[in-house]
T-cell receptor, first 113, second 110 residues
Framework: DTEVTQTPKHLVMGMTNKKSLKCEQH?????MYWYKQKAKKPPELMFV???????INESVPSRFSPECPNSSLLNLHLHALQPEDSALYLC????????????FGPGTRLLVL | GEDVEQSLFLSVREGDSSVINCTYT??????LYWYKQEPGAGLQLLTYIFSNMDMKQDQRLTVLLNKKDKHLSLRIADTQTGDSAIYFCAERASDYKLSFGAGTTVTVRA
């Protein structure tokens, strides 16, 4: 199983809403990532969890709050977002050994109104 | 620092070979990746190569690495309409960070 799954596929939210994005992998990977991708651009790293601990926060605004409940799950909690936060949010995972090749999920397309 | 560059567009006739080029700047040993992104989808890992290799072949895909010139290429043989996508070259910049190129949009015409 080399699959990373993400839910929901699409999400529309208002600027006062609170919502969560979910990501799951069953490959035994111990690193999980959140990326933001704007149209026709490469993904931008937001957060990295390694062994369920936050390792990297790329100066992401606090309206984005990541959570790693266990080694297979990664959440991204959203609150008071802005229209410019509309994007494709990608989750990825990688093994902890040499290479750390990242495998991506299908993404959640978020629209903030 | 890390900086990955690739051409933005490539148009190829169905059945021909496609070659997508990429240059990177990090001189240390590293992994280099090719990802494919179809419209509305996530990134699909196509292949990767470690910087001590010159070439890697996997079915229709051939990766060539010129370490001296820091040049990476992806050749797709017998290009099909399903190969139309954006292709991202990426360099492993650190344990958890990838440095992506801007992406090459490949259009396959009949």
């Amino acid at each position: 199983d080399t699959e990373v799954t993400q839910t929901p596929k699409h999400l529309v939210m208002g600027m006062t809403n609170k919502k969560s994005l979910k990501c799951e992998q069953h490959m035994g990977h111990r690193a999980m990532y959140w990326y933001k991708q704007k149209a026709k651009k490469p993904p931008e790293l937001m957060f990295v969890y390694s062994y369920e601990k936050l390792s990297i926060n790329e100066s992401v605004p606090s309206r984005f709050s990541p959570e790693c409940p266990n080694s297979s799950l990664l959440n991204l909690h959203l609150h008071a977002l802005q229209p410019e936060d509309s994007a494709l949010y990608l989750c990825a995972s990688s093994p902890s050994g040499e290479g750390k090749t990242q495998y991506f999920g299908p993404g959640t397309r978020l629209l903030v109104l | 620092g890390e900086d990955v560059e690739q051409s933005l567009f490539l148009s190829v006739r169905e059945g021909d070979s496609s070659v997508i080029n990429c240059t990177y700047t990090d001189s240390s040993s590293t992994y280099l990746y090719w990802y494919k992104q179809e419209p509305g989808a996530g990134l699909q890992l196509l292949t990767y190569i470690f910087s001590n290799m010159d070439m890697k072949q996997d079915q229709r895909l051939t990766v060539l690495l010129n370490k001296k010139d820091k040049h990476l290429s992806l050749r797709i043989a017998d290009t099909q309409t399903g190969d139309s996508a954006i292709y991202f070259c990426a360099e492993r910049a650190s344990d958890y960070k990838l440095s992506f190129g801007a992406g090459t949009t490949v259009t396959v015409r009949a």
